[in-house]
């Protein structure tokens, strides 16, 4: 194994595949900072130029962009309020509300650290992982990932901990929401009332864009204010303020390791939901915070968690697609499709081939995240301005940004006016105190659980739930759950 | 009593309420595919008509601040309706003119309307054509629609 890490090594340190690499983070970036444009997008616009290349060639000029764009979404979510994509929307919660305190050059140190060190984290997890994780993941089926997905539901109740009612009926809209167009297992349309559109339900993007961009864009346009509110004194951002913010990281190292473990994990599992990883790590992180009331309102473990989380979580989600020739999200449906392209045929016997090759990609994702935070940090500088600019300048910039960004996943214009529709329930929910966070996550979870409860039950039957893994899975989720109220459960029991 | 806080759960109950027959009645699916929404959606009503009650009686939740954890924040801003319109009046421009054009126009009566001068809104609206025309459409070659949606 150490030689194929040191003959991976070897062949990175070369100018062409160095140089491949730097051009792709800049573009990596640029298409990060445009909201609503993801990895799939990075992806898709620049498979087309690998044609022809060497495999690791084109793959380090790939995935060094698609390290960068995670990136980009962090920077416009905590300077913004507009993620860049779906994961960045954890971070706007209280990286945006930061900014708005004048504290922005803290909130993208952490960010900035809590990325990379997180990339690193998931990295160094998957090179571990490689040479052992076929029978690991082979031993998660139907009913594991259904528990997996059941229990990031739970978390809709911790996040929901200031306004339980509230929280819960986002998060239980949210499901019910999931649930429109063909049924995941007799592909029965549901609820598509006669419009074509409906047929594959929301879509996840429009809905992300318009429940946390159009809000914040609102607010703008409403009160023409620059993005850091005028009775705070904004600091400019400085080495100082960034590195204090870095520093974050290293006085929370329990919530940062606790959040790439929770990253790396979801990404490991095929079809659990990525994009939900963020919001599981945030309402983790609250969960085990000793004061999370004070979570939403600035707080830099609302930064660490779900920044650290989202980039582990691409190394795991590198794993599958390595290892079994399995995506572990939609963007690395496209990356094995690049795979293809490039003449390598992922799976079981790719890792006895091209050990090399695996832990050479590792290592480019790794470069790709630091350099990447390198870069975002240089362009930080910059970024901030942007909070001064007036919001009746800014807002409308801004949604034209999130019209074509919704526009562009999907090249559907429908999309945009959902968009909007969702961004008025959005309005909506932030003017009364709903979650959004609850319902995103109810969202991209509901399809899910559904889907794996209806193949469990088919393939096992009512016992599903008695296979060992699933009740581990039941155990720690109880645990992480039951733990921060351990005390008050004590007493209870024993009042009793 | 913020009357929001009322319309937003019933308004939700009453979606609910009107799929979910929707679905039994008219599109008549089967239990496969009615179970899980149904029991979602109960799920929901409940939910809704739990907190129309403690608003009801005046007993509705009161969370600390933050963008997503706080009920209703009474000392917010009062919903703006000029804002709401330029918001959403973008839809509007984009279905009427296409979306590099569209784009391009929406920015410059907005921006005239909000007191920017005339040299800032057509810079910000030659700019839009670019991004649109130039980034999107030659170099990343996403085919936004040129023309006006309602033609196509």
């Known amino acids: ?370 350099a990447s935070s390198v870069l975002m940090f240089l362009l930080s500088r910059f970024l901030i301005y942007i909070t001064r600019v007036p919001g009746h300048l800014l807002a409308p910039i801004l949604a034209v940004l999130i019209a074509l960004g919704g526009y562009s996943t999907e090249t559907n214009p429908i999309d945009v006016l959902f968009v909007f529709i969702f961004g008025a329930l959005g309005i909506v929910m932030v003017r009364l105190g709903y979650n959004r966070p609850a319902l995103l996550l109810g969202f991209v979870l509901g399809e899910i659980i559904e889907r794996y409860f209806q193949v469990s039950m088919n393939a096992y039957g009512w016992t599903f739930f008695l296979r060992p893994i699933s009740i581990t899975i039941i155990v720690i989720a109880l645990l992480l759950l039951l733990w921060p109220n351990r005390k008050r459960i004590m007493l209870m029991w024993r009042s009793a | 009593m913020n009357r929001g806080e009322l319309a937003f759960p019933a308004s939700v109950l009453a979606v609910i309420v009107l799929l979910l027959a929707l679905g039994y009645f008219y599109y008549q699916y089967s239990w496969t595919d009615f179970t899980f929404p149904l029991g979602v959606g109960m799920a929901v009503c409940v939910l809704c008509a739990i907190e129309m009650s403690a608003v009801l009686r005046g007993s509705r939740e009161v969370a600390p601040a933050g963008s997503d954890v706080d009920s209703a924040d009474d000392t917010r801003e009062p919903f703006s309706v000029p804002a709401a319109a330029w918001m959403f009046g973008l839809v509007v421009f984009l279905y009427a003119l296409g979306f590099v054009y569209g784009a391009a126009a929406y920015l410059l009566i907005c921006l005239r309307a909000n007191g920017f001068s005339w040299i800032a809104s057509v810079t910000v609206a030659l700019a839009s054509i670019l991004v649109t025309w130039g980034l999107f459409i030659k170099v990343m070659g996403i085919l936004l629609p040129v023309a006006p949606l309602w033609l196509s």
Request: aromatic share 8%; net charge negative; with cysteine.
């Open chain 1, 1 to 370: 194994m150490l030689e194929a890490i040191a003959s991976a090594a070897g062949q990175l340190l070369t100018p062409v595949v160095m140089g491949a690499m730097l051009l792709g983070l800049p573009l990596g970036l640029i298409i990060g900072l445009l909201p609503g444009l993801s990895g799939i997008t990075a992806f898709a616009f620049l498979i087309p130029f690998t044609f022809g290349m060497e495999p690791l060639l084109g793959l380090a000029f790939l995935l060094a962009a698609y390290a960068a764009v995670s990136q980009g979404g962090s920077m416009t979510a905590i300077v913004l309020g507009v993620p860049g994509e779906v994961p960045n929307a954890a971070t706007v919660i209280d990286g945006y509300e930061m900014t708005k305190r004048g504290r922005a050059g803290e909130a993208i140190g952490a960010a900035l650290m809590g990325s990379a060190l997180g990339g690193l984290f998931g990295v160094g997890l998957l090179m571990i992982l490689i040479p052992v994780l076929q029978p690991i993941i082979l031993s998660f089926a139907s009913p594991e990932n259904f528990f997996l997905a059941l229990a990031g539901i739970a978390f809709i109740a911790v996040l929901s901990s200031g306004a339980p009612g509230k929280g819960l009926i986002a998060g239980a809209l949210g499901i019910f929401m999931s649930m429109f167009g063909y049924s995941p297992t007799d592909g029965i349309p549901r609820w598509w009332l006669g419009v074509d559109y409906l047929l594959d339900g929301f879509r996840l993007v429009p809905l992300a864009l318009g429940l946390f961009a159009v809000p914040e864009i609102y607010a703008l346009m409403a009160s023409g204010k620059t993005i850091a509110r005028s009775d705070t004194v904004l600091e400019p951002i400085s080495m100082r303020q960034v590195v204090r913010g870095g520093l974050a990281v290293f006085r929370h190292l329990g919530l940062f390791f606790r959040s790439s473990a929770i990253g790396s994990v979801i990404g490991i599992m095929p079809g659990v939901g990525g994009a939900t990883a963020p919001f599981v790590a945030y309402a983790a992180a609250k969960q085990m915070a000793s004061n999370p009331e004070t979570f939403g309102t600035g707080r830099i473990e609302g930064v660490i968690a779900p920044e650290s989380c989202s980039n582990a979580k691409e190394g795991g989600a590198l794993v599958p697609t390595l290892a079994l020739g399995i995506p572990g999200s939609a963007s690395m449906a496209l990356l094995l499709g690049a795979f293809i392209v490039l003449g390598l045929e992922p799976g079981p016997e790719f890792l006895v081939k091209h050990l090399d090759l695996a832990f050479g990609l590792a290592m480019v994702l790794a470069f790709g995240n630091v």
